[in-house]
């Protein structure tokens, strides 16, 4: 129930293009979500790409421990936007965006998560 296999990461190079070019934002500091719905083709209903810019975080030790702990907050809190996915039958593309230029408390991260997928589901 809580996992974040390969199949549900966004890695399609013209599927992230589409998305940053097409999709809608929203944004909780310090995070922003770029999202794209699709009709489902697939048995995956939610891709999510998770970014750290070099420009935000200069060191890559500092860009990996805040991406271990937005993928920790999202593998924990997306299952009910997965739920209501499948019942409309949508794909949805998201890209979840840190904005910040220190490393955030994990607890924070996880608050900060959970209110912008519950925005996201109450947007759709």
């Avoid at 809580?2 to 940053?20: D, T, Y």
Wanted: aromatic share 8%; hydrophobic share 40%; proline share 2%.
């Amino acid at each position: 129930m809580f996992h974040f296999p390969k199949n549900q990461k966004l890695c399609n190079e013209k599927a992230i293009e589409r998305l940053f070019e097409n999709g809608k934002s929203l944004t909780e500091k310090p995070f922003r979500i770029i999202y794209n719905i699709d009709n489902n083709n697939e048995d995956v209903f939610l891709n999510a790409l998770i970014v750290v810019p070099k420009k935000r975080v200069r060191l890559a030790s500092d860009r990996n421990v805040i991406k271990r702990r937005v993928k920790e907050a999202y593998r924990l809190q997306k299952s009910e936007l997965e739920k209501y996915l499948k019942s409309n039958n949508h794909q949805l593309n998201l890209a979840i965006i840190y904005q910040k230029h220190e490393i955030l408390d994990y607890k924070l991260i996880e608050v900060k998560i959970k209110l912008l997928l519950s925005r996201l589901k109450e947007e759709l």
